[in-house]
């Protein structure tokens, strides 16, 4: 069982930055794929950006490529979401994603059905 709390969520104006961690529990974090979704009400949930256990290999959705970065902390079991130029669109609750399961092909880091376990989510509102 792996438990994904995410943080660092809240209110902030058009243009701001705001930086989403997500504590992973498992001594082998450092093998899981992660990933970061989104929500916004009435929306399904939506891929934002995956990255590899390595770090190397990092994907993101055409929306935030050029604005947000993903990045992993394996000694601390922390995922990263660093979110700039935010804008209106970007309102959601935001959740992690980790896939125990080894093996995933490229064309599927973007899908739910990806990922085995779920954090509650972080809300992040972007007011214009």
């Known amino acids: 069982q792996v438990q994904l709390v995410e943080s660092g969520g809240g209110l902030v104006q058009a243009g701001d930055s705001l930086r989403l961690s997500c504590a992973a529990s498992?001594?082998?974090?450092?093998?899981?794929?992660m990933a970061w979704f989104r929500q916004a009400p009435g929306q399904e949930r939506e891929f934002v950006a995956a990255?590899?256990?390595?770090?190397?290999?990092?994907y993101y959705a055409d929306s935030v490529k050029g604005r947000f970065t993903i990045s992993r902390d394996n000694a601390k079991n922390t995922m990263y979401l660093q979110m700039d130029s935010l804008n209106s669109e970007d309102t959601a609750l935001y959740y992690c994603?980790?896939?125990?399961?080894?093996?995933?092909?490229?064309?599927?880091?973007?899908?739910?059905?990806?990922?085995?376990?779920w954090g509650q989510g972080t809300q992040v509102t972007v007011s214009s």
């Open positions: 990255i590899r256990s390595s770090s190397l290999n990092t």
């Open positions: 994603g980790a896939r125990v399961r080894a093996g995933i092909a490229s064309s599927n880091y973007g899908r739910r059905e990806a990922y085995d376990y």
């Open positions: 498992g001594r082998t974090f450092r093998w899981y794929v």
